[in-house]
């Protein structure tokens, strides 16, 4: 595909992703008061996310029709071949039903199963995170770059936990062995947005097992486009795990792995 292609899909992106955060914003009074759960009693979803959802796949069936839509709510195609389109209409429903304001809309285009073009937009501050296979990674339109840490010891990291408590139990067990090794450690309960702050260099680096593809498919091409070492889910199945994701700055991204394999980060 070429850039120019790729860039009209970054646009589309953008364009739809920012009016399901409108939504998602303007919303958010009666939304939260029409709640369900998934997974556990932990794992909630609602009616904006469903919301925004139909949204999105509305939008884009006038503007890019035909193409299929892989979603949190509402599923859609099981095909990763040809151009597929990948939504979370709210990463970080948690925080929205809290009233924490770190939560986004995330759309990606996928290519044969690999992110081409994407977009995270926070519904709060308006920051719009872009990014293009081969064409680097941007908020709001300012280049991103990874942090230049060298030093683990140094370096700030984030993770996530599963709605599960007993994996949720185990992922801190292994956390705790990491995080004296460190700077700090974050947990704020958005992936995109992890990985978005990966490319700004905010963190510098990022570990999460149980993600879907939804939960990283923009974030982690703004990621790698940024210049961090990216591992998704099924790379690295004897060290970091299978379903793991990984973002690190180019500096410490070997030095993190290391660590998080000596910790047992893939029995979580």
């Not at 939008?59 to 389109?85: F, M, S, Y």
């Amino acid at each position: 595909m070429v850039v120019a292609q790729t860039e009209a899909l970054v646009e589309v992106a953008v364009q739809v992703a920012a009016e399901a955060a409108e939504l998602v914003l303007a919303t958010r009074g009666n939304a939260v008061t029409q709640v369900d759960t998934k997974s556990s009693e932990t794992d909630v979803v609602t009616a904006a996310d469903r919301a925004a959802e139909q949204l999105v796949r509305d939008r884009l069936a006038q503007l890019r029709p035909g193409e299929p839509v892989l979603g949190e709510e509402a599923g859609g195609t099981q095909r990763l071949d040809g151009l597929v389109w990948v939504v979370d209409p709210i990463d970080g429903t948690v925080n929205y039903l809290y009233g924490l304001p770190w939560y986004a809309v995330s759309l990606a285009a996928q290519l044969d199963g690999v992110s081409v073009a994407g977009a995270v937009v926070e519904p709060v501050s308006g920051r719009v995170w872009t990014g293009l296979r081969g064409g680097g990674a941007w908020l709001d339109g300012r280049p991103l770059r990874a942090s230049a840490a060298q030093r683990l010891d140094l370096s700030l990291l984030a993770t996530g936990f599963a709605y599960a408590t007993e994996r949720r139990q185990r992922q801190a067990e292994v956390m705790g062995r990491v995080v004296g090794q460190v700077r700090d450690l974050r947990r704020n309960g958005a992936a995109s947005l992890e990985l978005c702050a990966v490319a700004a260099g905010w963190l510098d680096g990022y570990v999460e097992h149980g993600l879907n593809r939804w939960d990283w498919a923009a974030g982690a091409l703004i990621a790698e486009e940024a210049g961090a070492v990216v591992r998704l889910p099924g790379s690295d199945p004897e060290g970091l795990g299978a379903e793991a994701t990984f973002a690190a700055a180019p500096g410490i991204a070997e030095q993190l792995r290391a660590v998080l394999v000596e910790a047992g980060i893939n029995q979580v």
